[in-house]
């Protein structure tokens, strides 16, 4: 079945600094994927997404890029803010057409970032 | 974006009781409801899929007749566990998708804990 691995966190890291998430993916087809944020107390909120190979995704800063050769969605941001401190969740959708996250969505087992000032 | 709540947020409840979880979107209309799980330090398992006005459909490995879940109107949703155990102490999570929002929206999840 279709599974999403991150990289293990915490994260922890100063403002300004470079932010590299790494996840990957397994799935049959060709599937969308996701990055979902999570801030304390809150519900989780679609940061950005890919629907297709070579495809960016890119808000607040964020970026990653649908590697389908090394199946990865790397997400990264050049300079870190004490307020992305959050929980990040890798995601991929098994109905890859249109780029909505409608399907079903396979969740990573998330990373904690702590940004320190 | 739209806005999903659940209630409550924290429940604490002992062994052999029910538990009942309402998810609401407040300000669409949710033809799709997902609920999930989550473990501590672990990703977020999707239990089931409801459809308005339709029985849930239901993730390998999850009793449905354990979760039981209820989509009768647009922007309403219940998971009630029933004759909850312990094991079942765990953070859940809903999300809504509607016809106009091409997206799931999430709520911010209820903390179960069972004694």
């Known amino acids: 079945g279709d599974s999403v691995t991150q990289m293990e966190g915490p994260v922890t890291l100063s403002e300004e600094a470079f932010l590299t998430i790494n996840c990957t993916y397994t799935a049959t087809g060709y599937p969308s994927l996701f990055w979902y944020v999570q801030y304390p107390g809150e519900g989780l909120q679609l940061l950005l997404k890919a629907t297709k190979a070579d495809d960016k995704g890119s808000n607040k800063g964020f970026e990653a890029t649908y590697r389908k050769e090394t199946t990865s969605f790397h997400l990264e941001k050049g300079s870190v803010q004490v307020s992305d401190s959050a929980v990040y969740f890798c995601?991929?959708?098994?109905?890859?057409?249109?780029?909505?996250?409608?399907?079903?969505?396979?969740f990573g087992q998330g990373t904690i970032l702590t940004v320190h000032p | 974006g739209a806005v999903v709540s659940q209630h409550p947020s924290r429940v604490i409840c002992k062994s052999g009781t029910s538990v009942k979880i309402e998810c609401r979107s407040l300000?669409?209309?949710?033809?799709?409801m997902f609920w999930y799980r989550q473990f501590p330090k672990q990703s977020l398992m999707l239990m089931a899929t409801?459809?308005?006005?339709?029985?849930?459909?239901?993730e390998q490995g999850v009793e449905k007749d354990k979760f039981l879940i209820n989509h009768a109107s647009l922007t309403l949703s219940t998971l009630t566990v029933t004759s909850a155990h312990p094991e079942d102490s765990s953070f859940y999570i809903c999300?809504?998708?509607?016809?106009?929002?091409?997206?799931?929206?999430f709520g911010p999840g209820t903390r179960l804990t069972v004694l």
């Open positions: 300000d669409f209309q949710a033809t799709t």
């Open positions: 409801s459809n308005e006005g339709s029985k849930a459909t239901y």
């Open positions: 995601a991929l959708s098994d109905q890859g057409a249109g780029g909505t996250s409608y399907g079903k969505l396979t």
């Open positions: 999300s809504a998708r509607g016809t106009i929002y091409n997206e799931q929206f």
